[in-house]
């Protein structure tokens, strides 16, 4: 066994991690990102076989660690073979140039991991071309280093201008690939949009959260369904979208791509129209590992990444995962920083019953009473009712039905088109 993961080991790209902590970041907190960093890298394929934090105020503009240091890299790169080298921040054209000359490796820094990983995840064409725009947009600022003769993919003739050299000719050519990208993605943003108006009616919920917070498994554990759920940083990219049966109603559960702390800004703004699910959303559950020595800091991540995406007035649940995990002592501190917070476990299936009762109050919290007396023509309008309010009372006059009922806002809207108008005291027109 130990020489089968050995030689798994031997066969996978050898990576050493590096990170800075100084007055804004504390050593523990660089050590925990560091260890992230290490699952983004075995998620890309990488074995990590070295870490190491330096006491840094500010980056070294030059080779962001310094000189000293980066001869260490370069002993430490020799004596464990390393293939890699990846930085847990982001490095400029200059910072990546001359860390691989000053140690002859690969050099990577945090958004080129995450776009690498996304990449090699993404599996739908709205995924696929999200993930490529946001590798070009993140491209195109350093062609002084990666230009690599795209124009010969266009066919050699008739690609360049008079004088042009090969970074202007490739610039050229991301910027026009960039453009039609974006007029992809605005097609297929018009599909989903088409596909969210035949949801109309029902309450949709949705699922966010930090990478890995367990979110896959809890929609498995709450619909008995089997979406991708495994141990691993970023198991999902597309939205998945499942039909739920709660005891009083029915709701559009959709599970979302998890966020992380320094997620790239293109792969936020190529990845939005993905997130519209989020946007759109009646009610967020906003899933925690609550086990995690990370848990509140992850939290204010998801939380801006929420503000970026202009979704925060959404009514929100906060869902404290992996209970079964947490001792007594992590379980009361959480009680009393997040008093309103539902514990599950997605896993053992633990709270999934509160969980539930709970979604249907925050339904229902902001329904409206209303009476209205409806013709029986309007058979439509009265069976939407029936599957979208909580009704009290129902009285038949001749041709006509009262209905005493309580309904969403949204859902009254929609009734109001059914009936074509409603008069100030309930009275269709």
Do not use: C
Request: glycine letters at 6%; charged letters at 30%; zero cysteines.
């Amino acid at each position: 066994m130990l020489d089968d993961i050995k030689n798994s080991d031997i066969e996978k790209e050898r990576v050493m991690l590096v990170g800075l902590y100084g007055p804004d970041t504390t050593k523990f907190q660089a050590e925990e990102y560091l260890e992230e960093l290490a699952l983004l890298a075995d998620t890309a394929g990488g074995i990590t076989v070295e870490k190491v934090l330096q006491n840094k105020t500010n980056p070294d503009i030059t080779t962001f660690v310094g000189k000293g240091k980066l001869q260490e890299l370069k002993r430490l790169k020799s004596e464990l073979n390393i293939d890699t080298i990846i930085f847990d921040d982001d490095l400029s054209p200059t910072q990546v140039r001359n860390i691989e000359a000053g140690t002859d490796a690969k050099i990577l820094d945090r958004s080129a991991l995450i776009l690498d990983i996304f990449a090699g995840r993404a599996k739908t064409a709205a995924a696929k071309t999200q993930v490529e725009l946001a590798q070009l947009q993140y491209l195109l600022p350093r062609l002084t280093r990666y230009w690599t003769h795209l124009s010969r993919q266009k066919g050699g003739i008739g690609t360049k201008g008079p004088g042009e050299t090969q970074i202007e000719t490739d610039r050229r050519i991301i910027g026009q690939r960039i453009a039609t990208l974006k007029d992809k993605l605005t097609k297929l943003d018009k599909q989903r949009t088409t596909q969210r108006k035949g949801r109309e009616g029902m309450h949709r919920v949705s699922l966010v959260g930090y990478t890995n917070a367990g979110k896959s498994t809890l929609m498995n554990a709450l619909t008995e369904t089997n979406v991708l759920a495994e141990d691993r940083l970023f198991a999902t990219l597309d939205s998945t979208v499942r039909r739920h049966e709660l005891e009083n109603h029915t709701i559009l559960l959709s599970d979302t791509v998890g966020f992380i702390r320094k997620l790239p800004h293109n792969l936020v703004e190529s990845f939005k129209s993905t997130l519209d699910e989020v946007r759109e959303a009646d009610v967020l559950l906003h899933v925690i590992d609550g086990s995690s020595k990370m848990a509140h800091e992850y939290k204010e991540v998801v939380d801006t990444t929420l503000e970026e995406l202009n979704a925060t007035n959404t009514r929100t649940i906060l869902v404290l995962n992996k209970v079964d995990m947490m001792d007594a002592d992590q379980i009361r501190e959480m009680r009393s920083d997040y008093p309103d917070a539902i514990f599950v476990s997605a896993e053992q299936s633990i709270g999934l019953d509160e969980l539930e009762e709970k979604i249907e109050q925050m339904i229902e919290s902001e329904y409206e009473d209303h009476t209205l007396q409806i013709p029986m023509s309007k058979y439509k309008a009265v069976a939407f009712i029936h599957e979208n309010a909580n009704v009290d009372k129902e009285v038949y006059e001749g041709s006509d039905v009262e209905l005493t009922f309580s309904m969403a806002e949204k859902d009254f809207e929609q009734l109001s088109h059914l009936l074509n108008t409603i008069g100030t005291n309930g009275e269709v027109i």
